[in-house]
C-alpha cells in the first residue's frame, strides 16, 4: 500500500501542476480580452463556400459594428492582412473595408484528417480544442466567431470569457449518418470493411452516438449559432438542444453578377460545368460516369456535349482524386469530351458559367449547396442531387414552374442530362429563367441582412465590454 501511495503521488502532484497551469493562463488572457472579434478559420484558402462566408461575416461586423476589430486565425503561414483582403477581392468579389489582422496557427497538424487514419471525427475534435487553446493564449478577443464548424472550441472560447458565435455549415455528425452505419452502407466515411461487418456496425453506431451526445454538450455554448439551410437547422436543433438561439441565414451568393450574364447559351456543343472541391464527398467520378452513359446513347444527329471539372485542391488526396478522375475520363475514352480548370480565378469561373446550359452536383446530403445557387444565377439548369439543401430549399418550383432537377442514381442523372440536351430552345431558356429567379431568394444582400439582424442583439455598440 505504501509503494502504491510513493507511485500515484507524482502523477498526482503532475496532474494538480497541469490543473494550476491552465487555470492561470486562463485568469490571465481573460483580463486582457481585446475589444474584437476573432474569427476561427484554420483554412484560409480552401476556395470553397466557407471560405466565401468568412470573407462576407468579415464584411458584415465591420459595417455593423466598426468599433470593434477584425482577427482572423489561420494556418496559413503565408498568410497576411494585404493577401487576405486581396484574395477576399479576387477570389470572391469582397471588398473588406479594413484589412483583418492575422494571427497565425502553428499546431494545425493537430485538425489534418490525414493525422488520424482511425476516429478521425473524434480525434480532429479533440485537436481542435488544443488548436483553439493556442489562438486564444495568442490573442483573446470579446467575440469568438467561428465559420469552419470545429463546435468543440466552444467550451475553450468559455472558458477564456469569449461570447460564442458560429456559423454552422453541417453538422460534425448526423441522424443520416448514424442511420446509414445501422444499414451498413459503404461511403466515403464509412469505410467497406466496417460496412460489412454487422459487428463492427454497431461498434460504430455506439461511437457515433456517443459522439453527438459531446457534440451536443460543446454546440450548447454558443450564444448564437447560424446555420447555412433547413436541413442544417433541424439536425442543429435536435442536437444541441438550443432552438430559441438558432437562426438559418442562408449563406451568399454571388446571385447579382451571375444574374447579367445572358440566357441563350450556344449549344453546339452544349457545355455542362461543375464547380467543386476536389473531395471526396463531391462524388465527382459519379458525374463522370453520368456524364459517359449519357454520351453512350445520345441521338447521333445531336452534337457531343463537352464536361467543364472546375474546383482545387486543398491537399494530396485531392490531388490524386483529381489525377484518378483524368485517369477514367481515359478509359471511358472521354478524355477529348472533357476540361479540367484547377485553381481559376472568379473572373474566369463566371466566364465558364456563363457558358454552360448545365450545372452538375451530385454530393449527398450537401447542407446548402451554394454552386447549385451558381448554377440557376447564371442561367445553367441545375442537376442537384436529391437531398438536403438542393432538395429542401434549392429547387423548388418558382411560380408554379420546375427550376431544375433532383437525381440519385447514375442513371437519374444520365436521363436528367438528356432530357435538357434534348428541349427546345424555348424550353430551356424558360427552365433557365424559372432557376435564375429562384436563384435570387439566396444573394448576398440577403445574407447581410439576415447575418447583421442575427448578430445584433449581442453585437451591439453598447454591450462592447470586457468586465
Known amino acids: 500500500m505504501a509503494s502504491l501511495r510513493i507511485l500515484t503521488l507524482p502523477l498526482t502532484t503532475l496532474i494538480l501542476a497541469l490543473f494550476v497551469r491552465i487555470l492561470f493562463a486562463v485568469v490571465y488572457h481573460r483580463r486582457r480580452r481585446r475589444n474584437s472579434v476573432g474569427f476561427f478559420h484554420p483554412y484560409t484558402n480552401d476556395g470553397g463556400g466557407g471560405e466565401r462566408v468568412l470573407w462576407c461575416a468579415v464584411k458584415a461586423v465591420q459595417e455593423e459594428s466598426p468599433d470593434l476589430d477584425c482577427v482572423v486565425y489561420t494556418g496559413d503561414h503565408d498568410a ?7 484574395r477576399a477581392i479576387d477570389r470572391f468579389g469582397v471588398e473588406l473595408i479594413r484589412r483583418p489582422k492575422v494571427v497565425h496557427l502553428y499546431k494545425r497538424k493537430w485538425i489534418d484528417e490525414t493525422t488520424y487514419p482511425r476516429f478521425t471525427m473524434i ?12 489562438a486564444l493564449c495568442a490573442y483573446t478577443p470579446l467575440y469568438y466567431f467561428d465559420t469552419s464548424g470545429y463546435a468543440f472550441t466552444y467550451p475553450v472560447a468559455w472558458m477564456f470569457g469569449c461570447k460564442i458565435i458560429c456559423y454552422t455549415h453541417y453538422p460534425t455528425i448526423s441522424l443520416d449518418m448514424l442511420s446509414r452505419v445501422n444499414a451498413q452502407n459503404s461511403m466515403y466515411n464509412n469505410d467497406t470493411l466496417i460496412a460489412k461487418s454487422a459487428f463492427f456496425s454497431q461498434c460504430k453506431v455506439i461511437y457515433y452516438k456517443l459522439f453527438s451526445l459531446m457534440y451536443g454538450i460543446v454546440g450548447s455554448h454558443a450564444y448564437i449559432a447560424m446555420v447555412n439551410s433547413s436541413w442544417t437547422q433541424s439536425h442543429i436543433q435536435k442536437l444541441w438542444g438550443i432552438p430559441d438561439r438558432i437562426k438559418r441565414v442562408y449563406p451568399p451568393c454571388d446571385t447579382s453578377g451571375l444574374q447579367m450574364l445572358a440566357l441563350e447559351r450556344s449549344m453546339e456543343p452544349l457545355k455542362i460545368i461543375s464547380v467543386a472541391q476536389f473531395r471526396p464527398e463531391k462524388a465527382h467520378l459519379l ?14 444527329d445531336l452534337p457531343r456535349p463537352k464536361l467543364q471539372f472546375v474546383g482545387s485542391c486543398r491537399n494530396e488526396a485531392d490531388e490524386m482524386r483529381l489525377q484518378h478522375l483524368k485517369d477514367r475520363s481515359k478509359e471511358l475514352e472521354l478524355d477529348m469530351l472533357l476540361y479540367f480548370h484547377h485553381k481559376s480565378e472568379l473572373k474566369y469561373v463566371v466566364s465558364l458559367l456563363g457558358g454552360a446550359a448545365i450545372g452538375i452536383h451530385s454530393m449527398v446530403d450537401e447542407h446548402f449547396g451554394i454552386s447549385v445557387v451558381e448554377y440557376m444565377a447564371a442561367g445553367a439548369i441545375p442537376i442537384a442531387h436529391n437531398s438536403a439543401g438542393p432538395k429542401m430549399d434549392i429547387v423548388l418550383p418558382e411560380d408554379g414552374k ?5 437525381a440519385k442514381t447514375l442513371e437519374e442523372y ?18 433557365a429563367a424559372a432557376a435564375r429567379k429562384r436563384a435570387s431568394h439566396f444573394s448576398e444582400q440577403r445574407f447581410y441582412q439576415d447575418f447583421k439582424s442575427a448578430v445584433r442583439p449581442i453585437m451591439s455598440n453598447t454591450t462592447h465590454s470586457v468586465t
Open 287 to 300: 458525374q463522370l460516369e453520368a456524364f459517359a452513359a449519357a454520351v453512350k446513347i445520345l441521338d447521333s
Open 123 to 134: 480525434c480532429q475534435s479533440l485537436g481542435s480544442m488544443y488548436l483553439s487553446w493556442e
Open 80 to 86: 497576411s492582412p494585404e493577401t487576405l483582403a486581396a
Open 402 to 406: 420546375q427550376t431544375g432537377f433532383l
Open 414 to 431: 444520365a436521363d436528367a442530362i438528356l432530357r435538357i440536351i434534348r428541349m427546345s430552345a424555348s424550353q430551356r431558356l424558360e427552365m
